[in-house]
């Protein structure tokens, strides 16, 4: 496999963004990222989409084409790719390998979701497809239930409480306020985190993630190829993928996810790296205890140690290890197949000094965890440095 | 409910024998049991030694949750409690919790047992799609 690296990002505002469609949304991400490539048109080999599904949100299937449609690329292939909340991770995984094949010379991964033209409990009803249908789905179960049933689990054996939970949130709108793409820029409180609406007990309405329309998109091309270009540019370390069972019932534990510590493993492996090389990271925090989860399964913090140690301020900017300085889902938005590759989207910016108020200094590695289902699919990257 | 599939005949009969009857598998060479019913066991990874089996209708909590905001086609109830049940033979299960009457009184390990209930309904002419639910034993 060849060396590989990106070398242009392109990200849509996140948030609930009226009348446009995600192929609307996901052409213009795509334009923003081929833009800062600076890369012809005609040079583009292949797209890949990440996205959940435009079926139940938009009454579209066989959305892929739709993108190179859009962008005058007709006849290139487009590829949509499924992997619930990973969807978008997935994308660029697939498009790393592409190119690193020798296959492709430039790939575009996209991702994108429209998500709010539904009313919330069709839009619970249709993320919660992404569990097992029949020993899930049809007992009743939605995500919040799932990643409730995750905390209580990890606060009977580690002790991790509300306040930890709460912790996490105002961390991470925190950290939104100065991202300008991001749904919310607005801090919130403990108190307030703590004793807003119960969703699915212990969790309440500042736990979960929000609906969110938006898309983003990343250039890849070989190695070679991006050193002798002038823009700014990161180089693909690793990566890894993992899948677990379907249902959540049928781990032998639920205080963390073999899958991420699995692809979390690999990547460092395949990088020849340590957790202590990462200088920051962007988890998947679709729910404030699935931040504290990663943080342990990736290897950050010991078992049962994330949540005192998000207390303490340690994965704040300037703090141990600097977690989710684009806000995260929790504030920047969850807009499904969007999210994996926003992910990458901060990295690239941290990495070249284009992150603006939010940028951290000194930094050279940079790692995403994007998880899908119950932990069923996670993907991870670690990117570095170009210059 | 936004999903035409779960309003047909078809898809809840292929699933008579788990939903209804709570039929998996034994495998009488390592003596292992499988829910939903698997076409081969996950351990000696061969069907040869695979019967249906019926599993019993107790078990114990092992996990739970209220859920507040369900997803639609699960909104007719009103807030409903959630569980993991690990059954007798070591199977683990997720359904509803019913007849919570004192939630203080739910404990990790406490014993359960699972009664036939209705799942959801399609409206006034849809099907009724029932299943187990766990009832919590005080």
């Known amino acids: ?387 | 409910m936004i999903i035409m599939t779960r309003k047909l005949v078809a898809e809840n009969w292929r699933l008579e024998k788990a939903r209804y009857a709570l039929v998996g598998n034994f495998c009488k060479k390592c003596l292992g049991y499988h829910f939903p019913k698997k076409q081969l066991c996950l351990r000696c990874k061969t069907s040869e030694h695979l019967e249906e089996y019926k599993f019993k209708h107790e078990g114990k909590l092992l996990e739970w949750t209220k859920i507040y905001d369900p997803a639609k086609g699960f909104d007719f109830a009103g807030p409903y409690y959630y569980c993991i049940v690990e059954l007798e033979e070591g199977i683990k299960i997720t359904t509803q919790l019913k007849y919570v009457t004192d939630e203080g009184r739910l404990k990790y390990g406490m014993k359960v047992k699972l009664v036939f209930r209705r799942l959801f309904s399609h409206g006034n002419e849809g099907l009724n799609t029932y299943g187990f639910k766990a009832v919590p034993v005080y």
């Open chain 1, 1 to 387: 496999m060849r060396e590989v690296g990106i070398v242009g990002v392109g990200m849509t505002k996140f948030g609930v963004l009226g009348r446009v469609t995600s192929r609307e949304l996901a052409t213009t991400a795509a334009r923003e990222a081929m833009e800062m490539a600076n890369i012809k048109r005609e040079d583009v080999d292949a797209i890949y989409n990440g996205i959940l599904s435009p079926d139940i949100f938009e009454h579209q299937m066989h959305s892929a084409p739709g993108i190179p449609d859009y962008l005058g690329l007709n006849n290139i292939p487009s590829t949509r790719v499924e992997a619930a909340c990973a969807s978008g991770g997935l994308a660029v995984m697939q498009g790393i390998i592409s190119v690193a094949s020798g296959l492709y010379d430039t790939v575009v991964a996209t991702g994108s979701e429209k998500m709010t033209n539904l009313p919330t409990s069709h839009v619970t009803e249709a993320l919660a497809m992404c569990a097992d249908d029949v020993y899930e789905v049809s007992l009743g179960i939605t995500f919040p239930g799932a990643f409730a049933m995750v905390a209580r689990a990890h606060e009977r054996k580690y002790g991790t409480n509300a306040e930890m939970r709460a912790a996490v949130a105002v961390k991470n709108h925190k950290h939104g306020l100065h991202n300008p793409l991001a749904q919310f820029q607005k801090e919130i409180t403990i108190e307030k985190a703590m004793n807003s609406l119960m969703i699915a007990d212990p969790l309440t309405l500042y736990d979960c993630s929000p609906i969110t329309d938006g898309a983003a998109a990343v250039v890849i091309v070989p190695w070679e190829k991006a050193k002798k270009m002038d823009g700014p540019k990161m180089k693909v370390s690793s990566f890894a993928q993992a899948s677990d069972t379907m249902s959540l019932h049928d781990r032998p534990d639920i205080t963390g996810f073999k899958t991420t510590q699995v692809a979390a493993r690999k990547a460092f492996e395949r990088a020849n790296l340590k957790v202590t090389d990462i200088d920051f990271v962007e988890v998947h925090d679709c729910f404030t205890i699935a931040e504290l989860v990663a943080l342990e399964d990736i290897g950050f913090f010991e078992k049962g140690k994330a949540g005192s140690a998000t207390l303490a301020g340690d994965t704040t900017r300037g703090g141990y290890i600097p977690v989710n300085i684009s806000g995260g889902l929790k504030s920047k938005g969850h807009p499904i197949g969007a999210t994996g590759v926003s992910q990458v989207v901060e990295v690239f910016k941290q990495l070249n000094g284009m992150a603006g108020q939010r940028q951290l200094k000194d930094v050279n590695y940079g790692m995403t965890q994007n998880l899908g289902g119950s932990g069923s699919t996670i993907v991870c990257h670690i990117f570095e440095r170009g210059d």
